[in-house]
T-cell receptor, first 114, second 113 residues
């Protein structure tokens, strides 16, 4: 079974600072990995995805993530935080094959200080 | 292109009643997924429908059920509502082949009193 661990529940950064949100996965086979963002009272928006192509994945709004098989990690980064980045971020894993459900981490709330 | 739509936006029910939530997928998408986002419990997979069939369900009691219609829209039914069913219910869709991600709707906020 697949699982995702997002350490910590809250990250606070200053505007313009580096954003680093950590995600570690557990999967018996190479997985598909995703980062989603959720703004208050809204659904989930896809930021980026890893589907076994390039290990460095670029997404929307300046975010990117690197798949590291040796570390079973898929950390999300953004060089310079913006106030509008304040939201909850979810890492998710989906196994290849017929079972298409997404398994989500607990989520991390990102706060951006002016 | 229209995204995933869900109705109603908010739903208030009394314990013991039934709730029906509706979802329309993106045009061309044949799979519909339901997730529950309850406070403190995170996002939990509920049900997956594809081509009108239930393909998988999460660890939820049978009073959570649903169906998918020939136009690929879906409804989620929750019978004998309990207070802990209060949550945001998210619907997602994906096309039949070649795409791995799921696209989410805005959700239905169900409150059980």
């Amino acid at each position: 079974a697949q699982s995702v661990t997002q350490l910590g529940s809250h990250v606070s950064v200053s505007e313009g600072a580096l954003v680093l949100l950590r995600c570690n996965y557990s999967s018996s086979v190479p997985p598909y990995l995703f980062w989603y963002v959720q703004y208050p009272n809204q659904g989930l928006q896809l930021l980026l995805k890893y589907t076994s192509a390039a290990t460095l994945v670029k997404g929307i709004n300046g975010f990117e993530a690197e798949f590291k098989k040796s570390e079973t990690s898929f950390h999300l980064t953004k060089p310079s935080a913006h106030m509008s980045d304040a939201a909850e971020y979810f890492c998710a894993v989906r196994a290849t094959g017929a079972n298409s459900k997404l398994t989500f981490g607990k989520g991390i709330t990102l706060s951006v200080r002016p | 292109e229209a995204g995933v739509t869900q109705s109603p936006t908010h739903l208030i029910k009394t314990r013991g009643q039934q709730a029906t939530l509706r979802c329309s997928p993106i045009s061309g998408h044949t799979s519909v997924y339901w997730y529950q986002q309850a406070l403190g419990l995170g996002l939990q997979f509920l049900l997956w429908y594809d081509e009108g069939e239930e393909r998988n369900r999460g660890n939820f009691p049978p009073r959570f059920s649903g169906r998918q219609f020939p136009n690929y829209s879906s409804e989620l039914n929750v019978n004998a509502l309990e207070l802990e069913d209060s949550a945001l219910y998210l619907c997602a869709s994906s096309p039949p082949v070649g795409v791995y991600e799921q696209y989410f709707g805005p959700g239905t906020r169900l409150t059980v009193t």
